[in-house]
């Protein structure tokens, strides 16, 4: 017996026993995932000082996170979008435009519900995409700051009505970006993006103030986060969870590992583009709209007019604001009012003791008094011009077009009302008739059953009654001339 043991002692040291199979582990996900992913819907370029960035194959007026809606979560605003590439570019990366205007996406590998600064007041709601200059700090996050601190400019913004925040699909319902410099600075920076139970947490407005102005309801859902990026539920599974007040999000852990293949790939080359935040993209630099120019002294009795100010992009003022307000624009050679500034509260130089009418400093004072106050008349013009007709128009095309909507919503279910209560009415009839014909075919079972009836007792009667007896030996009536047969 000791040496059938001693053998398997033997067999199992040198490992001749089969080992259990390893377990199958996902490929990580790397940078290479996403060059696949994106690679269908844009294009790959090598952007200086970005490096290797995705630029999307859409069409001009296209911004993103614009194409979906946004939702409340237990991680705060989260963005659901429509687009089949939105899993990555809205929750890793940032966003930012090149020279000609064109939006492109430099990655990013730390998931969050969305990358957004937001700004908000009683009847707007705003976003814009943080640019990559906004690095995450875990132990800092994104405050109210975040406009002045990287240079996040006007016209980067989305803002929507606050009425139709709510909508399943804000596109159509977005402000026009032209509008902007009107609505911004009326609005107030609410970022808070920090890290809650180990989670990045997106704040921005008030969730019950916008359900309370708003006229469709912001949904609320519970993430469900997967760290699978290949597999993933389809349309009628993600609905079914969504019912369930359920949100499955894909958030895997990103690892950034460059392959030769797709650095080989990239072979287009972009300067890095100079910070201009208040650039539209897509369209050349804003004018400026208000100006404070300083006046050329005077040293004759003619005054001289004050140089033209060149209309040129506009940069946001980066020292000596406060979190939340709207920052001060210079341009070169000229001081850009901000638009929360009350143009009647600028001071007027006073006369200085010693002038006499007549003499050149006092001239000079006089035209320097008339230039302040043409200018200041010229802001106040502007201020009470009424907005663009085309900007009128298209406001009230869209509202046209929501009440449009809210009505042919209200005639589909009036009518399918109507059509309910005539299929009730026609059902009903229906048993009516029905309830006649089982009472007409019961009376007349009731009538076959009596006349049967009728026929079986007429049929018994004679049996009941008096024997049958033959007509010889009934007795005739008297005077009826019958007789008698008498068989005897």
Not at 31 to 41: A, G, I, N, R, V
Not at 281 to 305: F, S
Not at 317 to 332: E, I, K, M, R, S
Not at 400 to 407: F, K
Request: aromatic share 10%; net charge neutral.
């Amino acid at each position: 017996m000791k040496h059938p043991l001693l053998l398997a002692a033997i067999v199992a040291s040198l490992g001749f026993f089969p080992l259990p199979a390893p377990a199958q582990t996902q490929s990580p996900v790397t940078f290479d995932t996403f060059f696949q992913e994106l690679s269908p819907y844009g294009d790959w370029i090598n952007v200086e000082g970005y490096g290797m960035s995705w630029q999307p194959r859409v069409d001009s007026d296209w911004r993103p996170y614009g194409d979906g809606r946004w939702a409340q979560t237990d991680a705060g605003w989260t963005w659901m979008s429509n687009e089949p590439w939105g899993w990555i570019t809205y929750h890793y990366g940032r966003w930012t435009t090149l020279e000609d205007g064109g939006w492109i996406w430099v990655p990013g590998y730390e998931w969050a519900p969305a990358w957004v600064s937001w700004r908000t007041n009683d009847d707007y709601v705003g976003w814009a995409p943080l640019p990559p200059e906004a690095v995450w700090e875990p132990s800092t996050g994104f405050t109210a700051s975040v406009d002045v601190s990287y240079g996040i400019g006007v016209q980067v913004y989305t803002f929507c009505p606050i009425q139709y925040f709510g909508w399943p699909a804000l596109r159509p319902v977005l402000m026009p970006v032209a509008q902007n410099a009107t609505i911004l600075p009326h609005t107030t920076n609410v970022t808070t993006v920090s890290m809650r139970n180990n989670t990045i947490y997106c704040g921005g407005p008030d969730y019950a103030q916008i359900n309370h102005r708003g006229q469709y309801a912001v949904p609320q859902y519970q993430l469900q986060r997967s760290q699978a990026a290949g597999t993933w539920p389809g349309t009628g599974e993600q609905q079914a969870l969504l019912k369930q007040g359920v949100l499955a999000v894909r958030s895997p852990k990103v690892y950034p590992i460059f392959s030769a293949t797709s650095q080989r790939s990239v072979t287009t080359q972009v300067p890095r583009p100079r910070t201009q935040p208040d650039r539209r993209p897509g369209t050349p630099p804003a004018p400026v709209v208000q100006v404070t120019a300083q006046p050329t002294p005077v040293a004759t009795q003619t005054a001289q007019p004050a140089p033209a100010v060149q209309a040129g992009p506009i940069y946001d003022v980066t020292v000596g604001q406060q979190p939340g307000q709207l920052p001060a624009y210079t341009v070169t050679g000229a001081q850009v009012v901000s638009p929360q500034q009350n143009p009647s509260t600028v001071p007027s130089p006073q006369p200085q003791a010693g002038y006499r009418v007549g003499d050149a400093p006092y001239r000079q004072q006089q035209a320097q008094q008339a230039q302040i106050d043409a200018t200041r008349q010229q802001r106040q013009a502007q201020q009470e011009q009424p907005p663009q007709s085309e900007t009128e128009s298209r406001i009230q095309q869209q509202q046209q077009q929501l009440q449009d909507r809210t009505r042919q919503i209200q005639e589909a279910q009036q009518e399918r009302m109507r059509q309910i209560q005539q299929s009730q009415t026609a059902q009903q009839q229906q048993a009516e008739a029905l309830q006649q014909q089982r009472e007409a075919m019961q009376r007349q079972l009731q009538q076959q059953q009596d006349r049967q009836r009728q026929q079986q007792q007429s049929q018994q009667q004679p049996q009941s009654g008096s024997q049958y007896q033959p007509r010889s030996q009934q007795t005739p009536p008297p005077g009826s001339g019958w007789k008698t047969l008498n068989t005897q």
